[in-house]
């Protein structure tokens, strides 16, 4: 399967942004999905992830309350949500995907980063 994230930008803060995560290749309604993102001069972070099922979701604690991950089957693309945006949300933002009914473990696809700034 191929992600490919889109729709960063430069944001004000207080602001907010959807991302999208459009998958080809194959569906990915039974694949548990996460976004990523890397700051300059740090390590990589799970910022958000849903089970295969839809029915679980998990949240960096510096996110939660302010992003929303969210996904359409239909239209095999999965979505993160950013509102309250903060100058500390600024990052390269990643989606990646596992292979179908695995919800733990090492993710097996990966897509290219869409870049996000937010200004103070």
């Known amino acids: 399967v191929q992600l490919q994230a889109s729709g960063g930008g430069l944001v004000q803060a207080g602001g907010y942004l959807r991302l999208s995560c459009a998958a080809s290749?194959?569906?990915?309604?039974?694949?548990?999905m996460g976004w990523f993102r890397q700051a300059p001069r740090k390590e990589r972070e799970s910022v958000a992830a849903v089970s295969w099922s839809g029915d679980r979701t998990f949240y960096a604690e510096s996110v939660k309350g302010r992003f929303t991950i969210s996904r359409d089957n239909a239209k095999n693309t999965l979505y993160l949500q950013m509102d309250s945006l903060k100058p500390e949300d600024t990052a390269v933002y990643s989606c990646a995907a596992r292979r179908d009914y695995v919800n733990s473990g090492s993710y097996d696809y990966w897509g290219q980063g869409t870049e996000l700034t937010v200004s103070s």
């Open positions: 290749g194959r569906a990915i309604s039974s694949a548990a």
